[in-house]
């Protein structure tokens, strides 16, 4: 009795049967899978935010946070690049808007009546004024699900490393990613992209800024 009193408890091992480590970026193919089911879902905000997802290589925290001005010219159209000022590192980033993005989130802002100054994706909840992290981290599981994928593989992160992933495999241009990304520093846009720094650094040397 006084060993089984003595004998120390197994500690719960807090990551048992969940994946840990970076989330992969979506490939083009999962993309387009998404696409295509939330257009024919006849889903606006969810396509609007999508497509913007995956253009603006934002945080999920300065994406549900956009206004309608931070992504509309002065004359209402949605604009082909936009200028957003991160909230974690203060540093503004500017990344293009596509034209299959500028068209759904045309199609949204133009079925809600949004304003200039609201938000571009208002909650539907009461007491919050847009679509929180969470909500956004939901509705990617919902999508994810939709097209047969597993949601725990993959994370909100996922979508901001997306464009960026795909625009290093093309160019190896590492300078190129870590402005669309707003990092400071090009060691953390080697970490974020999860390759060797030797060769990241060969690369960055042989490019021209």
């Known amino acids: 009795m006084l060993n089984e009193v003595l004998k120390p408890k197994k500690r719960r091992v807090w990551n048992k049967r969940k994946l840990i480590g970076q989330k992969p970026p979506l490939k083009p193919h999962e993309i387009w899978a998404i696409r295509i089911h939330l257009q024919m879902a006849g889903k606006r905000r969810d396509l609007a935010l999508?497509?913007?997802?995956?253009?603006?290589?934002?945080?999920?925290?300065?994406?549900?946070?956009?206004?309608?001005?931070?992504?509309?010219?002065?004359?209402?159209?949605?604009?082909?690049?936009?200028?957003?000022t991160q909230q974690k590192t203060g540093r503004p980033v500017q990344f293009e808007i596509t034209q299959q993005a500028q068209a759904a989130i045309t199609a949204w802002i133009t079925h809600q009546a949004l304003g200039p100054t609201q938000y571009l994706f208002p909650s539907r909840l009461k007491g919050s004024p847009h679509v929180s992290t969470r909500q956004y981290a939901r509705l990617l599981d919902s999508w994810l699900v939709d097209i047969g994928l597993d949601p725990t593989a993959y994370g909100t992160h996922s979508l901001r490393r997306t464009k960026a992933s795909l625009v290093y495999q093309r160019t190896k241009n590492i300078r190129a990613v870590q402005l669309l990304l707003g990092h400071s520093k090009l060691e953390s846009t080697v970490r974020y992209l999860g390759i060797e720094p030797d060769d990241a650094l060969t690369i960055a040397e042989q490019t021209e800024v």
Do not use: P
Not at 68 to 79: T, W
């Open 50 to 84: 999508f497509n913007l997802a995956i253009d603006s290589n934002l945080r999920g925290c300065d994406l549900v946070s956009l206004r309608v001005q931070d992504v509309c010219s002065s004359q209402g159209l949605v604009a082909s690049r936009a200028t957003v």
